[in-house]
């Protein structure tokens, strides 16, 4: 609901109080006035006029949150921002990563051939058996090349999908 329709909403509620109000004290005063023979030095007309003036109060600070929100109030809409990538995937080739390929072993060497064979995008299952290693030893080969920032695995579904990052 929109602020401002709520704000109009809690004024008509504040204004029904004070109807309510006004309708309560009047009883009351009849009630008093019937009761209490000594007049204005009864201490039933001091209750009265201290609850009348509680309830105004309390129908007053309805009546300004009602207004605030007509006025003031923002709009329930909020637009979570997207964090930006710092980086760009596209599909590589084996010459983009030839200076990486200088600083890795064989076996990092081998998955992330399997990766980019794969035009830069492969599910970590299908490299585990394109490659031949175990899921264990791919998983924490993966681990290595994702730190170093070569490439990023991301959650699919009940898989991973791995991804080279653009150097």
């Known amino acids: 609901m929109k602020n401002r329709a709520v704000g109009m909403l809690i004024i008509g509620v504040s204004v029904l109080m004070g109807i309510i109000i006004l309708s309560f004290n009047e009883a ?3 009630i008093v ?5 000594h007049g204005p030095t009864c201490p039933m007309w001091g209750t009265l006029e201290l609850q009348t003036n509680i309830s105004v109060g309390v129908m007053s600070f309805v009546v300004l949150i009602g207004i605030y ?3 003031f109030g923002e709009d329930g809409k ?4 997207a964090k930006k990538q710092s980086h760009k995937l596209r599909k590589g ?5 030839d200076r990486v390929m200088t600083e890795l072993n064989v076996d990092e060497k ?12 492969i599910f970590q299952s299908e490299l585990v058996e394109k490659i031949g290693f175990t899921k264990v ?15 990023e695995r991301r959650r699919r579904g009940m898989s991973n999908v791995v991804i080279l990052k653009h150097k």
């Open 137 to 151: 030893k791919v998983t924490r080969i993966l681990d290595k090349l994702e730190g170093k920032g070569v490439l």
């Open 78 to 81: 909020f637009h979570l921002k």
């Open 33 to 37: 006035s019937t009761a209490c023979d």
């Open 69 to 71: 929100l007509i006025f």
């Open 28 to 30: 009351l005063k009849k």
């Open 110 to 121: 081998k998955v992330l051939e399997g990766v980019i064979s794969a035009e830069g995008t």
């Open 93 to 97: 080739t084996k010459a983009d990563y």
